[in-house]
């Protein structure tokens, strides 16, 4: 089975499987300074889920918030209005993935 490179902000190196529509599953890296913020709340096909590598993240859905950190995920329907910033006094490191276009 053949795999390719695909460009992934914060990962080194990812690798794919040639035959899968790029749209499936996509992985990134963020980072966000204290207070910070990459994009204002936002919607888009498909799933989303957050994990946190380092620091302390707030998810906004829905109206709603809830704080995540290390080793911590949360998952949601990114149909609905969502965002993430540091909720922390420190830089929060974490990653995204997204299933389904």
């Known amino acids: 089975m053949p795999f390719i ?3 992934a902000k914060g990962l ?3 690798l794919a499987d040639a035959s899968l529509d790029p749209e499936t599953l996509r992985i990134h890296i963020s980072e966000a300074a204290p207070g910070g913020r990459l994009h204002a709340a936002h919607t888009h096909a498909g799933a989303e889920a957050f994990y946190v590598l380092e620091g302390f993240a707030m998810v906004e859905w829905a109206g709603e918030r809830q704080q995540i950190g290390p080793g911590e995920a949360l ?3 990114a149909t609905t209005p969502h965002g993430i910033f540091n909720a922390g006094d420190v830089p929060v490191r974490y990653m995204v993935i997204i299933a389904g276009k």
């Open 12 to 14: 080194a190196r990812c």
């Open 5 to 7: 490179e695909r460009n």
């Open 75 to 77: 998952i949601l329907d």
